[in-house]
Nanobody, 123 residues
Framework: QVQLVESGGGLVQAGGSLRLSCTASGRTFSSYAMGWFRQAPGKERGLVTAISWSGGSTYYADSVKGRFTISRDNAKNTVYLQMNSLKPEDTAVYYC????????????????WGQGTQVIVSS
């Protein structure tokens, strides 16, 4: 069992930056691929970015490429999402996810979810 706790959300103006953190309990964190999903009001939850257990493979949705960066520190059981050049359309609840599977051309969600953290980008 893995428990995930996100932090770092908030209100920011367009063009600003935020860094989200997700800290996992348990000693198996380093074996899990990790990812961030987001869900905007009235929309389905979708994958934003993912990172393999080693950090050697990453995925970014087209909408965030060049602006968002995912990273992880296995010694701290933590995955980060650095979000720069934020846009109003980035407004959503962001969820940390553990245990994703990399299928090559796409990733699927894992079994473990955080509670979500709200990001609001004002124009």
């Amino acid at each position: 069992q893995v428990q995930l706790v996100e932090s770092g959300g908030g209100l920011v103006q367009a063009g600003g930056s935020l860094r989200l953190s997700c800290t996992a309990s348990g000693r198996t964190f380093s074996s899990y691929a990790m990812g961030w999903f987001r869900q905007a009001p009235g929309k389905e939850r979708g994958l934003v970015t993912a990172i393999s257990w080693s950090g050697g493979s990453t995925y970014y949705a087209d909408s965030v490429k060049g602006r968002f960066t995912i990273s992880r520190d296995n010694a701290k059981n933590t995955v980060y999402l650095q979000m720069n050049s934020l846009k109003p359309e980035d407004t959503a609840v962001y969820y940390c996810n553990a245990g994703l599977t990399n299928h090559g051309s796409f990733w699927t969600e894992g079994d473990y979810w955080g509670q979500g953290t709200q990001v609001i980008v004002s124009s």
